[in-house]
């Protein structure tokens, strides 16, 4: 397999009040371009915390970080992040929020016009063209997430890096979010990093996914392949009998081999 | 609605209706039926329908009305029981005038505001004009100071540390303290009195800026970086409209106390201005015009505090 993303012999310790605390040990990962891995594990478990240092947003106390053969040294536009709580600036409307994306990674090259080609582009792709001057504070959850969305894609970056996109959500709008993602996924070849609790998601729309220990020294646990053919559709899945044992697989990881997280902290 | 409500509204119900609205109702009855009952129960159905949407408007007006008055009665009554002890306060002499004379005076003061004897014999409107002058010139140099300096404590720790302690020092010295060294430095009264008025504005802004600053949510800075901005559109397009609100309660905070301060500032330099004239009053003895000028510097405060506060509600955004 090819090495896109790899994360060789990665820990994290942070200093606190009562010493010090150690959240990774020992991660080793690599992920191949234009796979989709999600990051599974009960709060506390550190999963966004990997992805943090995916994102270069922390810098790992141990070990190395790659992406596409360089040292990740920083956060950076060719890692784009979807935050968990859509952190878009209220100021801006919905254009200008991604525009500032558009401007910062492609300004240096292209004209006015073509920067608003792309913007536009991002915001159709996520079905959001007729809000496109609305401010974040007019639209609803699900519409602000999109954005976030369209924001991270219109950078075009090497991985996308999404911290539990969908958790804020209610159940309908989060099932039509994951139809939209995985059609973008598809159209776009994006390789896909996504922190999730959700079993359904992770099994729905993950080629691999990491399961990880619980904390403190947090790792990974299992790492299950998910070879459901796509395009995946949710009704059919709901009887398919691989999707049926990789989410039992999931479960048994969680909720046998990895319970009661809440005993151990 | 009960049958004798009905029976009483009638009369002035079939008075008031307009003549299209009565015309309406005939046209509408069949030609060749002209009997009399059948025009009789349509009219009584428009009449009921009349009567009803007249009671609706009405219950809507008493309602408005209703809750107009519980907005504006309590304030009404506060101010009518101030006069009224100021009234009975005044009656029995101690030589301090009441409010009817107060009036009175303020209506002869307001009939000119803007007249011009000479530099020491002006209108009320040129006095609150040039106080509220030098309170702009001097809030203004501590703006173009204040707020830069914030941006700087806020963001580097170093600094903060390095120049808190100094703030905390100066910040509750009285402004009026200040005054000599205005006067010193600038020797004449009035840059004295703008001095004041810049060392005491100066403060609320810096720190609130540096609040603001301190408190720009991560998750903005976190957008910052993984977009890699360049440090002009972090200021520009994260810090500066996240830090606004702070800057703006710093402003009204600055704009208060300058407001409060000009005026013991212009009692002690003289010139022109609603603080020396206060005193000038005082020293011709015009015990009314003190009072009027109190209400005056009242009214200016209370307004730039309210145009500051909608200032302030238009470039708060909702951080959801």
Redesign the interface.
């Known amino acids: 397999m090819e090495k896109f993303v790899s994360v060789e012999s990665v820990g994290q310790t942070f200093d606190t009040k009562n010493g010090k605390f150690v959240a990774l040990r020992d991660i080793d990962l690599s992920i191949a371009q234009g796979e989709f891995v999600a990051l599974i594990g009960h709060s506390g478990c550190g999963k966004s915390t990997l992805l943090n240092l995916i994102?270069g947003?922390t810098a790992p106390t141990a070990g190395v970080l790659l992406c596409d053969g360089r040292e990740i040294g920083?956060?950076?536009?060719e890692?784009?992040?979807v935050?968990q709580?859509h952190?878009l600036?209220?100021?801006?409307t919905c254009y200008d929020n991604v525009y500032?994306?558009v401007e910062?990674?492609f300004g240096g090259r292209e004209g006015k016009a073509r920067l608003r080609e792309r913007t536009l582009a991002a915001l159709e792709l996520v079905g959001l063209l007729p809000a496109e001057q609305k401010y974040?504070?007019e639209i609803s959850g699900g519409m602000k997430q999109r954005v976030g969305i369209a924001r991270a894609l219109s950078?075009q970056p090497k991985v996308l890096l999404m911290d539990e996109p969908f958790g804020a959500l209610d159940a309908l709008t989060r099932a039509r979010l994951q139809d939209e993602l995985m059609k973008i996924c598809a159209a776009t070849q994006a390789t896909t990093v996504m922190v999730t609790h959700d079993v359904d998601e992770a099994v729905l729309l993950a080629d691999r996914i990491v399961m990880m220990t619980n904390g403190p020294a947090a790792t990974i646990g299992e790492i299950l392949s998910v070879d459901l053919p796509r395009p995946r559709n949710r009704l059919e899945l709901a009887h398919e009998p691989r999707y049926i044992d990789c989410r039992a697989a999931v479960l048994e990881f969680l909720y046998e081999k990895q319970a009661h997280p809440r005993l151990a902290a | 609605m009960t049958a004798l409500s009905i029976v009483a509204a009638k009369p002035s119900a079939v008075a008031e209706t307009p003549p299209a609205a009565c015309a309406e109702m005939y046209t509408d009855a069949h030609p060749d039926a002209h009997t009399d009952a059948h025009k009789e129960i349509q009219r009584e159905a428009a009449l009921e329908a009349a009567i009803a949407a007249r009671a609706a408007a009405a219950g809507e007006r008493r309602a408005r009305l209703r809750a107009f008055l519980k907005r504006a009665l309590p304030p009404l009554i506060g101010f009518a029981l101030f006069i009224g002890i100021w009234h009975l306060a005044t009656l029995s002499a101690s030589g301090l005038p009441g409010p009817l004379q107060t009036w009175k005076a303020a209506v002869v003061l307001f009939a000119d505001p803007f007249y011009q004897n000479g530099p020491n014999d002006q209108g009320i409107g040129w006095n609150v004009l040039s106080s509220l002058q030098r309170v702009a010139i001097g809030f203004g140099f501590a703006a173009l100071v204040g707020i830069p300096a914030g941006f700087v404590l806020g963001r580097f720790s170093f600094m903060n540390a390095m120049v808190n302690p100094l703030i905390s020092l100066l910040r509750p010295v009285s402004p009026l303290a200040w005054l000599p060294i205005g006067l010193l430095v600038f020797k004449r009264a009035d840059p004295a009195a703008t001095w004041t008025i810049f060392i005491c504005s100066i403060w609320p802004m810096i720190i609130n800026t540096a609040v603001g600053v301190q408190r720009v949510p991560q998750d903005y800075l976190n957008v910052a970086r993984v977009l890699a901005l360049s440090e002009w559109k972090v200021v520009t397009r994260i810090l500066f409209p996240a830090v606004l609100p702070y800057m703006l309660t710093g402003i009204r905070l600055s704009i208060g106390t300058a407001w409060l301060v000009i005026v013991a500032a212009e009692m002690l330099t003289g010139g022109v201005g609603i603080g020396f004239w206060v005193w000038d009053e005082w020293n011709n003895l015009k015990v009314e015009h003190i009072i009027i000028a109190i209400f005056v510097i009242g009214i200016v405060g209370l307004l730039l505090e309210q145009f500051l506060i909608m200032l302030a509600k238009r470039f708060t955004y909702e951080n959801t």
């Open positions: 994102a947003l920083g956060p950076g536009p890692r784009a992040v935050f709580n952190s600036l209220p100021w801006l500032l994306a910062r990674v974040p504070n950078m």
